[in-house]
């Protein structure tokens, strides 16, 4: 399933020397266009996220890399807001909870 991949993922990430863990996080979705927090310009694969993760962390979700580059006022440690390119996707999107696999700049 879902989470033997993540692993087989996981394994494969450590084997290349890279640290990452896996997290169960919520996810939510959000199109806002404009500057991101960290000054990036928002666009696909950017994600906010809460104030533990450092800016240039990456996060694999459902098979898509998204890199944290923003903040905001509801998202905190445990959450994931990733940016979508219309209000109709992020509402498609809604809620979710997941394990994901984080890599952590270094």
Known sequence: GAMTSLFAILLSLRMLGIPCQIVTVSISAYSDYGITASGALTRPGVAACGPSYPFGT?????????????????????????????????????????????????
């Open 58 to 106: 990456f996060f694999l979700v459902a098979g898509q890399w998204f890199m944290c580059l923003d903040r905001g006022g509801l998202v905190t440690d445990g959450h994931l807001d990733l940016w979508m390119a219309s209000e109709d996707a992020a509402w498609e999107f809604g809620r979710a909870t997941r394990s994901v696999i984080v890599v952590r700049p270094h």
